[in-house]
């Protein structure tokens, strides 16, 4: 029914981390994002990375764990920053009005690099 | 053309459980698709119905989802009825994170809908929460 659901993780330096993720983001996912987000988050890794190029879905609740990611990550003085290649991934991004809160790059190098 | 024209309801009940959500959306595209619905208003339904299911378990967690599709000329309406309001398993629970819940956001939930379909509304009686959305096939059918 649905596509596999997973997140990679790959530390670039000691203070930025990428999370890929693919498959589905919903209510039943976004736990697990949201797990991931605070353990790196707890290992100290300011800046964290989202790519969401192989994300095929993506609803509020996905939103919701983003977010809250994002406010802890700037509280510290970090970043979250997505990468966003599919059209129906910026669609949601753009309706909510979440493209002008995050910070949005097409690559992850360019994420990274900020 | 013709797809739309004819008499198409489909009914769907499934447990108001999170694991359950993905087969409303999806039985919602498949129904869109069936209807000639074009590809950007077919990812749009599936976000919307999705949407919609979260309205319904956002609170007071219910037993069972009730959810129709039915064309009415070129429009799609669903309708989505959590029954049992109150007797289920909250969605925080269902995660496994009592103290530490998925947050519903029913403001970036009502944007979204909003944005993706041309009416939607929400009611409750009873023990009974309703939630609907139409939205209209474009003349450039896929």
Request: aromatic share 4%; hydrophobic share 45%.
């Amino acid at each position: 029914m649905e596509e596999m659901f997973e997140i990679a993780e790959r530390a670039v330096g000691d203070q930025t981390s990428v999370l890929t993720v693919r498959g589905e983001i919903d209510v039943s996912t976004a736990p697990e994002l949201r797990d991931r987000l605070l353990t790196v988050a707890q290992d100290g890794r300011a800046i964290v990375v989202v790519d969401l190029s192989a994300v095929t879905f993506l609803d509020s609740t996905a939103l919701g764990v983003l977010v809250s990611g994002l406010k802890r990550l700037r509280a510290d003085g970090g970043d979250l920053r997505l990468v966003v290649t599919g059209r129906s991934v910026a669609k949601v991004l753009e309706i909510t009005g979440l493209v002008d809160v995050f910070s949005i790059f097409e690559t992850v190098d360019a994420a990274v690099a900020g | 053309m013709t797809a739309a024209t004819g008499p198409s309801r489909v009914e769907l009940s499934i447990p108001a459980t999170v694991e359950w959500l993905a087969l409303a959306r999806t039985t919602g595209a498949a129904v869109a698709a069936r209807l000639s619905f074009n590809y950007d208003e077919i990812t749009d339904l599936r976000l919307a119905i999705d949407e919609l299911c979260l309205t319904l378990v956002e609170g007071a967690p219910a037993t069972r989802l009730e959810i129709s599709f039915e064309a009415v000329g070129d429009v799609l309406e669903v309708e989505g009825r959590a029954v049992g309001v109150g007797l289920g398993t909250p969605v925080a629970l269902q995660n496994g994170q009592a103290g530490a819940d998925i947050v519903l956001s029913s403001d970036l939930s009502a944007r979204i809908l909003d944005a993706l379909v041309d009416e939607h509304g929400a009611d409750e009686a009873g023990d009974t929460r309703r939630a609907w959305l139409r939205k209209q096939r474009s003349t450039e059918h896929a």
